[in-house]
C-alpha cells in the first residue's frame, strides 16, 4: 500500500532516482569510503525525513 503524505490542501507521493558518479568515473568508493559515504547519506536524508526505498553504492556511483 502506498504511504502518502497530506498538508493542509494536498495529498502527495514524490519518489526520485538519483545517480551520483564520481569525477572522470574514477573508481574510488570502497572499503571504508563506501562506508562513510552510505552513512553520511543516511544522516542527511533522516534530517530532512526523507525515506531511501532502495539504494546501492558502487566503486564510481551511487543509486538512491
Do not use: F, N, P
Request: net charge positive.
Amino acid at each position: 500500500m502506498v504511504e502518502y503524505r497530506r498538508s493542509s490542501h494536498t495529498i502527495y507521493d514524490i519518489k526520485y532516482h538519483v545517480i551520483w558518479v564520481t569525477k572522470y568515473r574514477y573508481k574510488m568508493l570502497r572499503g571504508k569510503i563506501a562506508e562513510r559515504l552510505r552513512d553520511l547519506i543516511r544522516q542527511g536524508c533522516e534530517a530532512r525525513k526523507i525515506t531511501i526505498v532502495q539504494g546501492s553504492v558502487g566503486k564510481d556511483h551511487v543509486h538512491l
